[in-house]
């Protein structure tokens, strides 16, 4: 099933950042690509460049990916409410806060890593068995409305931003070189 993609009335201004970002075509199949390219980018890194930070107060690459899981989560838990007619609002989250709490930066990254690939397998699980009607519902998180289509796309979205990131700040690091 290949899902149209949303418009932006169908989530927070915000997330167009992400959406515009998703490859065109199955966003699922994008979903399941997209993981398998972020792993295999950060598989194999020594240490110091799993938690090189290219900047004071910046995450380290356990902590990005490890906001990747968070944010997996959270969007994909908001997309089962919706898609099941709860019909109340979700909140947002301080992705700072659940970073400095979470303590993915104390985890190897192959850890990490492992936890991202069977938490977005998971995901894609849930989102194979929507049909039409279900992708079409929403609801509200962060006192804004969202339809279920339009949270796998933030997804991707989301990981090719920080994969992005992780390209043009974090690899090379000083000390790969």
């Not at 908001?78 to 609002?89: I, N, Q, Y």
């Not at 039409?132 to 804004?144: F, I, K, L, P």
């Not at 409305?145 to 000083?174: K, Q």
Request: hydrophobic share 35%; charged share 30%.
């Amino acid at each position: 099933m290949t899902l149209r993609r949303p418009d932006p009335k169908e989530h927070d201004p915000y997330y167009s950042l992400y959406t515009d970002k998703a490859p065109k075509g199955d966003i699922l199949q994008a979903m399941e690509d997209e993981m398998g390219v972020t792993i295999d980018l950060l598989s194999d890194l020594r240490q110091e460049q799993e938690t090189f930070r290219y900047a004071p107060g910046k995450w380290n690459l356990r902590e990005v990916v490890g906001h990747l899981i968070d944010v997996e989560w959270c969007f994909t838990y908001r997309g089962l409410c919706f898609a099941r007619t709860d019909p109340a609002s979700r909140p947002g989250f301080d992705q700072d806060l659940w970073a400095d709490t979470a303590k993915w930066g104390d985890r190897p990254l192959a850890e990490v890593l492992k936890v991202f690939g069977e938490v977005r397998r998971a995901s894609l699980a849930m989102f194979r068995t929507f049909d039409d009607e279900e992708w079409a519902r929403s609801g509200v998180a962060n006192e804004v409305a969202f339809t279920v289509r339009s949270m796998p796309y933030i997804l991707v979205g989301h990981e090719i931003h920080h994969r992005n990131v992780i390209l043009e700040r974090y690899l090379p690091t000083p000390e790969a070189s």
